[in-house]
């Protein structure tokens, strides 16, 4: 059996004001998985995505990343080097003016020299069939564009997992194709937020939804056997 | 989408392929002192070093007219109040106002040296486009908080743009249309009002964004600039234009 890579344990969460937002959430994601998680607007789906990342303090229970619990910030440092995050607006995640210097951002805070920070963007542009891309002003790209520049800047971590948060928001079906392609080649660990059944079928093996403030596992329309419907692992 | 626009950037000249910093320091150096002078000799020495730039740097025309009309649309009110707001040797009155040489001289002095800074300004620091400015600003170790504040500025100036043109459009859509009205006032206000709180939530995402990918504090930057001869030879003039308005201006140089 392999160790999950990060997992919460009984997690409670109330929002400043008072309403439940989670109760006793259970939830792990194990090397090579691929997670689907549903559930309504405002179930609070997001919440528990900043939860894993460390950007929300849960009111009770316990992150895991590996076999370590993390408290502090400098806990989640760790977590967030085996851990990235795809936010929902990718506005949100290109700050630096050029393609480059935004995918490059992460290894150069892990401490990689310019160089290496470039080899690596460079190698995960190219990757992500984004060549040429490089000098590009971040603002000035479609939308499509800046989703697939801000998987690359997630990417450009090396993480061991990916948490993407409605990823195909505001994408055309083409666009959209293009990701699950991408996301279906990456062996990497996914937990995969969306409304978007086809594109989670395409891409994911399991499904959780989130409803009644907890996480339940969904005997679905996804495959048993635990690979994705129609692509190789 | 509307972009800014920069449209001096495509160039050639040696201006334009020098050092990035050095230019920052260049621009820096000379509007300082360009504001700084009070006298009209040196005034017309800031103006005619800022020709000289513009010249250097090939400005298209243009651009460069429509930009100084701006800057001069400005000026035109201070020709209004100016001459007449300093004692001395009367030149002509408008009813009970009189302008006097003194007045009018201090008008010009602040006419020449806002166009000479802009036209160096622009020289130096609009043929290169923003990102790269930052860059050379970080390069010549201005203070990092300034150059983050500069490049975020500028990289979210246009979603800040966006989403108010968004929330016009959904008040459009809705029949309103901007009138000398209370509920205009109302409503630009609240527009006003939404635009600072998405941007506080916004600066909130993006600084979880910076947190999930390692940021520590520090802003790292790939840029690296090679210093060439024509970057010397930039700072060298500059600093000999600066040095002579500076000469100028203590020595009092008459020019009638």
């Not at chain 1, 939830?27 to 998680?37: C, I, Q, T």
């Not at chain 1, 990235?84 to 480059?100: E, K, S, Y």
């Not at chain 2, 995402?205 to 060439?228: E, P």
Request: glycine residues 8%; charged residues 20%; proline residues 4%.
């Amino acid at each position: 059996m392999s160790f999950p890579i990060f997992s919460l344990r009984d997690i409670n969460f109330v929002y400043p004001g008072g309403n439940d937002v989670l109760k006793g959430v259970n939830f792990e994601l194990k090397a090579g998985e691929k997670v689907a998680l549903t559930g309504h607007n405002g179930s609070g789906k997001t919440t528990m995505l900043h939860i894993i990342m460390g950007l929300l303090k849960p009111t009770a229970g316990q992150v895991m990343f590996k076999d370590r619990e993390m408290k502090t910030e400098k806990d989640f440092r760790e977590l967030r080097k085996g851990v990235g995050l795809l936010f929902q607006q990718a506005d949100d995640q290109l700050f630096c003016p050029t393609v480059i210097e935004d995918v490059a951002f992460g290894p150069l805070n892990l401490g990689k020299s310019p160089d290496e920070a470039r080899e690596i963007a460079k190698y995960v542009l190219c990757l992500l069939g984004l060549s040429g891309y490089e000098e590009r002003v971040a603002y000035r790209l479609s939308g499509g564009e800046k989703k697939l520049v801000s998987l690359a800047t997630v990417l450009a971590m090396q993480p061991e997992a990916l948490v993407l948060d409605e990823p195909t928001n505001d994408l055309d079906p083409s666009m959209r194709d293009r990701l699950a392609d991408i996301l279906c080649e990456l062996d990497v660990a996914m937990l995969v937020v969306s409304h978007d059944l086809n594109f989670l079928k395409r891409v994911t093996a399991l499904e959780y939804s989130c409803h009644d403030q907890a996480i339940y596992k969904e005997a679905s329309i996804f495959r048993s056997d635990g690979t994705p419907s129609d692509c190789k692992l | 989408m509307q972009h800014i626009s920069e449209p001096f950037v495509s160039g050639e000249s040696l201006i334009h392929a020098s050092h990035p910093g050095f230019r920052v320091v260049c621009a820096l150096l000379f509007s300082l002192v360009g504001a700084l002078v009070l006298t009209l000799s040196a005034a017309i020495a800031v103006f005619i070093a800022g020709l000289i730039f513009a010249i250097s740097a090939r400005l298209p025309m243009l651009s460069l007219l429509k930009r100084l009309f701006f800057v001069n649309g400005f000026i035109v009110f201070l020709w209004l109040f100016l001459p007449f707001s300093r004692p001395g040797d009367p030149v002509f009155s408008v009813g009970p106002f009189t302008a006097t040489t003194e007045g009018i001289i201090y008008a010009a002095v602040i006419t020449l040296k806002s166009n000479g800074v802009v036209l160096a300004v622009t020289s130096l620091l609009s043929t290169m486009p923003i990102q790269l400015m930052g860059a050379g600003m970080q390069s010549v170790r201005l203070p990092d908080k300034l150059c983050r504040l500069f490049l975020f500025t500028w990289r979210y100036v246009h979603v800040m743009g966006e989403e108010f043109g968004k929330m016009k459009r959904a008040a459009t859509m809705r029949g309103f249309v901007p009138r000398n009205s209370i509920m205009t006032y109302r409503t630009y206000a609240w527009l006003m009002g939404m635009l600072l709180v998405r941007s506080w939530d916004r600066a909130q995402v993006v600084w979880q964004a910076m947190l999930c990918r390692g940021f520590t504090g520090k802003f790292h930057t790939l840029n690296s600039f090679r210093v060439k001869g024509g970057d010397w030879l930039l700072l060298a003039v500059t600093t000999i234009f600066v040095g002579a308005i500076i000469a100028t201006e203590l020595f009092k140089v008459e020019v009638f």
